[in-house]
């Protein structure tokens, strides 16, 4: 989201998307390339999954993906997108 007054680090455009949406932050993956999107999940509370085909080094996640269709075996998504 770009339209926060305070961006990436900062968890706000997370938590605007969680107020518009309805959902919650212990049911979200946030799946991002870079340590700002690494700090932003952080600070948001919500899981880390490092996409790793864009990323650059040195960034820690709970969970490393090295194509996006890893994203569909990760949500357990039999099949991928077929």
Request: hydrophobic fraction near 40%; proline fraction near 7%; include cysteine.
């Amino acid at each position: 989201m770009e339209d926060t007054p305070r961006h990436k680090p900062d968890p706000e455009p997370l938590f605007e998307f969680f107020a518009r949406s309805g959902k919650k932050n212990d049911k979200a993956l946030y799946i991002g390339d870079s340590a700002n999107d690494q700090l932003c999940a952080k600070a948001a509370g919500v899981d880390f999954a490092l996409a790793e085909w864009g990323a650059t080094g040195g960034i820690e996640a709970k969970y490393i993906l090295k194509a996006p269709t890893d994203i569909f075996e990760l949500l357990k998504i039999p099949g991928g997108c077929k």
